[in-house]
């Protein structure tokens, strides 16, 4: 079946840039997702990128997609530490009726 | 405000005791559809909602119930509680028939069950 994998934690100091990289198994999904949870608070939409693009830029994010190794990269330029929260790769699953989430990379930002 | 609502927010509740939680947008969404997300387990769904009167099972369903009467609403009910349905809930909204880039999550509605 579907399956999107992440790594776990990231730990970064204010000012580098973060890269959160994710895996994914289906490549019939038209789009792919990060969504960002703060502690305590709901699941945010960052961005998306839509499968024919390679790459994607909004302000301080950048999104990479390599279809050939189903790779995907968010990018976080000049972190700071309100970034710091739990970031979730996303895709669709085959029917298009769910999203597979991955299980959620911890991002911690340092001053 | 285009949003999607959740009541109730917390929720600390004993074994067996039937519950509703009730999702509901204001968006005229065709699809919603319920998540749970666990630690280490990322969400997963547990039912879904094309549109009115059609429901079907996500990935998690055991233990749940859905109905869709209306358009704006999605209640997800546990009819005989476990502490393993100890989670955090998500309801979601989507535009489309399915999934689309414009899916709205709800607040999040934290149960637990002793």
């Known amino acids: 079946g579907e399956d999107v994998e992440q790594s776990l934690f990231l730990s970064v100091r204010e000012g580098d840039s973060s890269v959160i990289n994710c895996t994914y198994t289906?490549?019939?999904?038209?789009?792919l997702y990060w969504y960002k949870q703060e502690p305590g608070a709901g699941l945010q939409l960052l961005t998306y990128?839509?499968?024919?693009?390679d790459m994607k830029q909004d302000q301080r994010l950048t999104v990479l997609l390599n279809k050939k190794d189903k790779h995907l990269s968010l990018r976080i330029a000049d972190t700071q530490t309100g970034d710091s929260a739990i970031y979730f790769c996303?895709?669709?699953?085959?029917?298009?009726?769910?999203?597979?989430f991955g299980k959620g990379t911890t991002l911690s930002v340092s001053s | 405000e285009a949003q999607v609502t959740q009541n109730p927010r917390y929720l600390i509740t004993v074994t067996g005791k039937k519950l509703t939680v009730t999702c509901s947008q204001n968006?005229?969404?065709?699809?919603m559809s319920w998540y749970r997300q666990d630690p280490g387990l990322g969400l997963r769904q547990i039912y879904y909602?094309?549109?009115?009167?059609?429901?079907d099972k996500g990935d998690v369903p055991e233990g749940y119930k859905v109905s869709r009467k209306e358009k704006r609403n999605f209640p997800l009910i546990l009819e005989s509680p476990s502490p393993n349905q100890t989670s955090l809930y998500f309801c979601?909204?989507?535009?489309?028939?399915?999934?689309?880039?414009?899916?709205?999550f709800g607040p999040g509605t934290r149960l637990t069950v002793t």
């Open positions: 979601a909204s989507s535009p489309t028939s399915g999934i689309s880039y414009e899916q709205y």
């Open positions: 289906d490549s019939s999904s038209t789009y």
């Open positions: 990128i839509f499968s024919n693009m």
């Open positions: 996303a895709e669709t699953n085959q029917a298009g009726t769910a999203l597979i």
């Open positions: 968006m005229n969404h065709e699809y």
């Open positions: 909602s094309m549109n009115v009167e059609v429901t």
